[in-house]
Nanobody
Framework: QVNLVESGGGSVQAGGSLRLSCVAS????????LAWFRQDPGKEREGVAA???????TYSDSVKGRFTISKDNAKNTLYLQMNNLKPEDTAMYYC???????????????????WGQGTQVTVSS
């Protein structure tokens, strides 16, 4: 059974930083692809960053240059380092994983099979 557990969310002021973590169990992050998504109530889930098995990364234009996706295979954990946070980054953040097949793009939510429960990030101005 695949289980993803996010942590690291919180409330910060604009310009601040947070690092999100996503611990996987029942799933080997070294052999699969992973991504971070975010969603505000009433809005569609938005792909933020994706990390492929060999290390290739993809970022949305809204976070490029500010967010960094990475993983620690030994800890079976995915990370999202978020710097220079803006109020528009406020959302619930989710990690997701799949077997590296992207029928709807690397940042398409329907490309991913397994999801965590989310961690809230709130950025105040």
């Amino acid at each position: 059974q695949v289980n993803l557990v996010e942590s690291g969310g919180g409330s910060v002021q604009a310009g601040g930083s947070l690092r999100l973590s996503c611990v996987a169990s029942g799933w080997d992050v070294s052999k699969n692809c992973l991504a971070w998504f975010r969603q505000d109530p009433g809005k569609e889930r938005e792909g933020v960053a994706a990390l492929e098995r060999v290390g290739t990364t993809t970022y949305s234009d809204s976070v490029k240059g500010r967010f960094t996706i990475s993983k620690d295979n030994a800890k079976n954990t995915l990370y999202l380092q978020m710097n220079n946070l803006k109020p528009e980054d406020t959302a619930m953040y989710y990690c997701a994983t799949n077997g590296c097949w992207f029928p709807h793009g690397r940042l398409g939510s329907t490309s991913y099979n397994y999801w965590g429960q989310g961690t809230q990030v709130t950025v105040s101005s």
